[in-house]
């Protein structure tokens, strides 16, 4: 197994081991399971509470030519403040008290039910952080997609086109991930890096309000993720959009591909392409012949991964193949 980067000890599942508890480590690993933005993203402390406050840099100085006894004029770089938003999602587990009880094994019983709750948290995590927007209500955070422009042509550094026409399509997401680039964050002080599991144990709940009102033993459970996404760099995201599953060619996404990856900024950061199972199916079938481009290497966790040159390739089923065409 490769030795973990400055930058892979700042994922989530390793933030959690150095600030967290065994439960939160526990819990991004279950969340991860359905939610493969955690395997690689950069992930730090909100800035101010539950407000990611950043500084994107729009200009930087260029200096002035001169000769002997000519002057120069003083320059500053010119910034813009961003702020990001921590979105909160809840649940509870309520079991029937008396099924766990007659099961063989009570804890195994509530083990499973809360594996199945964490998983469906961390799809609806991924679902947010690819399409939510603070537009559509004030406990959502802004997603990624709403972070590039319109069209190609307003946003041309970012968003990238594979076909000119169609409907159904697909897109591919290159994030570089790293410190002034591309960061996840959880509310500053959380002990548990944003994420929680407590076991509320056995409660009398009301089934219906009747009348008259029933009620039942349950054991509660209560589940809770809080999070945020960040881009502090303008060029840290990229979209390839227009992407065909049944009839894009691996040639015609792979220069598409290569264009968008040249345009992500220099400087340390790890470079992750997110796609559905319809782009990577392009991708495998385009590998039998090119394999100079693609190939099998270990993450720095020891999982076997695909990769497009520097780029680690991490399925997203979330991910739509029903995408409108992008002009």
Known sequence: ???????????????????????????????????????????????????HKTTQRSTLPTGTRRIYGQGVPSQTSQTKQLEDFIEMIEAYSDIDADMADH?????????????AFLNGLGLTQL???????????PEYLNGIYCRFGATAAA?????????????????????????????????????????????????????????????????RTFFKAHFGIANRHPLAMKRVCNINPASSTGDNVCKALIAARNKLPPGQGNVVLYCNSDVKTIFDQY????????????????????????????QLERMLSTEALVS
């Open 1 to 51: 197994m490769a030795a973990l980067s400055l930058l892979d000890q700042m994922t989530p599942v390793e933030v959690a081991r150095r600030f967290g508890s065994a439960e939160s480590v526990k819990i991004i690993e279950s969340l991860s399971q359905t939610n493969e933005l955690l395997l690689d993203a950069y992930f730090t402390q909100a800035s101010d509470g539950t407000i």
């Open 155 to 219: 946003d041309p550094s970012n968003v990238f086109k594979v076909e000119t026409s169609g409907s159904n399509l697909a897109s591919i997401l290159i994030m570089k991930w790293g410190p002034g680039f591309g960061e996840m964050f959880y509310p500053r002080g959380e002990d548990g890096v944003g994420v929680h599991r407590e076991f509320r144990g056995k409660q009398d709940v009301m089934v219906s309000a009747g009348p008259p009102a029933t009620y039942m033993p349950v054991y």
């Open 103 to 115: 099961a063989p094994s009570t804890k195994a019983l509530l083990e499973s039910e809360d594996t």
């Open 287 to 314: 590998a039998l012949t090119k394999t100079n481009q693609f190939y099998t290497a270990d993450d720095p966790w020891g999982r076997k991964i695909t990769m497009f040159g520097d780029m680690r390739i991490r």
């Open 127 to 137: 679902d947010d952080l690819l399409y939510a927007k603070r537009s559509d209500g």
